[in-house]
Nanobody, 122 residues
Framework: QVQLVESGGGLVQAGGSLRLSCAASGLTFSMFVMAWFRQAPGKEREFVAVINWGGSSVSYADSVKGRFTISIDNAKNTVYLQMNSLRPEDTAVYFC???????????????WGQGTQVTVSS
């Protein structure tokens, strides 16, 4: 049974940093693409970043490029999202997702974590 468990969310002031973690179990990391999405109240779930299992390919949403960094630790089956220079508009529930093909749409991912709240105050 596949499980994705996020951690690391919280409340931070604008300009601050947070690091999210997603621990995966029940899947073979090398067969998956891992991504982060986020969903703000009243909005659709949106793509944030994606990485392949080896960490050699990454892609970011324009809104986070240059501020967020996605990385992967295969030994620990964990994917990270380092978020710097946070802005109030980054406030959302952040979800970790796993899928078998590269993509930026939620319906391309089969496995999801429960989400972790990130709140950025101005």
């Amino acid at each position: 049974q596949v499980q994705l468990v996020e951690s690391g969310g919280g409340l931070v002031q604008a300009g601050g940093s947070l690091r999210l973690s997603c621990a995966a179990s029940g899947l073979t990391f090398s067969m998956f693409v891992m991504a982060w999405f986020r969903q703000a109240p009243g909005k659709e779930r949106e793509f944030v970043a994606v990485i392949n299992w080896g960490g050699s390919s990454v892609s970011y949403a324009d809104s986070v490029k240059g501020r967020f960094t996605i990385s992967i630790d295969n030994a620990k089956n964990t994917v990270y999202l380092q978020m710097n220079s946070l802005r109030p508009e980054d406030t959302a529930v952040y979800f970790c997702a796993g899928g078998r093909s590269w993509g930026v749409f939620p319906n391309q991912y089969s496995y999801w974590g429960q989400g972790t709240q990130v709140t950025v105050s101005s």
